[in-house]
C-alpha cells in the first residue's frame, strides 16, 4: 500500500495517559501535515513537518502536544497527560513537495479519553 | 471573515440533478484550490485540484476557478446517492505552504 499509513486507527487513552499517533507519509512524500478534526466539524491545522524539521506549529496548543518527524521512521504526534478535550480524529497528510500541491490523507486516528 | 467560506448545508439535490458546491477565499494571493470529498467518519479525499483560471473537468466532476472574483466551484453531473458527502474546499496561502480549509459543505442526493 503506497498510500498514508496512519496507526492505530483507535486509540483508547484514559486521563493523565500519553497518546502516540503514528504517520508514514506516501512513498516519496517528504512534507507533512497533522491535522484533527471533531464531530461535524471542520479540519483544523495543527503542526507542518518536513524530515527532521518542524516548519509550522501555529495550530498546536503550546503544551503536551508536540511531533516529529525523524530521518528515518515515521512521524510521531505525542500528546502528554490527556484530557478528555483531546478526543477527536487526528488525520496525517503528505505532499510530494510544500507549495501548491495536494495532500493526500491517511485514514486517521480516532482517539477516545476515557 | 473567514478565510475559506462555504455554506455548510445541507445541500440537496435529486440523483441524476446537477450538484453545485461553492467556494469564496480571502486572499487574492492563492494559487492553488482543492476540493476534497469527505464520508461521514472517514478521511477527506482529493477530487480535483486546479490552479488557473476557468473549467477544468474529470469525470462527472467540474471545477471553476474564478480569481478575480475569489471564488471556486465544483460541479457534480448525473449525481448519484455515492455522491453524497461532506466536500471540502481548501486554499493555498499566498507564498505558503499551508492549505486553509473550509468547514466544507454537506451534499444529500435524493433517490
Known amino acids: 500500500n503506497a498510500g498514508v499509513m496512519q496507526n492505530p486507527r483507535h486509540l483508547v487513552r484514559r486521563r493523565g495517559q500519553e497518546a502516540r499517533l503514528r504517520c508514514s507519509p506516501m512513498?516519496?512524500?517528504?512534507?507533512v501535515y497533522w491535522y484533527r478534526q471533531l464531530p461535524e466539524e471542520g479540519l483544523k491545522f495543527m503542526v507542518y513537518l518536513q524530515k527532521e524539521n518542524i516548519i509550522d506549529e501555529s495550530g498546536m496548543p503550546k503544551e503536551r502536544f508536540s511531533a516529529e518527524f525523524p530521518k528515518e521512521g515515521p512521524s510521531i504526534l505525542r500528546i502528554q497527560q490527556v484530557v478528555r478535550g483531546d478526543s477527536a480524529a487526528y488525520f496525517c497528510?503528505?505532499?510530494?513537495?510544500?507549495?501548491?500541491?495536494?495532500?493526500?490523507f491517511g485514514d486517521g486516528t480516532r482517539l477516545s479519553i476515557l | 471573515q473567514k478565510e475559506v467560506e462555504q455554506n455548510s448545508g445541507p445541500l440537496s439535490v435529486p440523483e441524476g440533478a446537477i450538484a453545485s458546491l461553492n467556494c469564496t477565499y480571502s486572499?487574492?494571493?492563492?494559487?492553488?484550490f482543492f476540493w476534497y470529498r469527505q464520508y461521514s467518519g472517514k478521511s477527506p479525499e482529493l477530487i480535483m485540484s486546479?490552479?488557473s483560471n476557468g473549467d477544468k473537468e474529470d469525470g462527472r466532476f467540474t471545477a471553476q476557478l474564478n480569481k478575480a472574483s475569489q471564488y471556486v466551484s465544483l460541479l457534480i453531473r448525473d449525481s448519484q446517492p455515492s455522491d453524497s458527502a461532506t466536500y471540502l474546499c481548501a486554499v493555498n496561502k499566498d507564498s505558503n505552504y499551508q492549505l486553509i480549509w473550509g468547514a466544507g459543505t454537506k451534499l444529500i442526493i435524493k433517490p
Open positions: 486572499d487574492r494571493g492563492s494559487q492553488s
Open positions: 512513498k516519496g512524500h517528504s512534507h
Open positions: 486546479i490552479y
Open positions: 497528510a503528505s505532499s510530494l513537495q510544500g507549495l501548491n500541491q495536494p495532500q493526500h
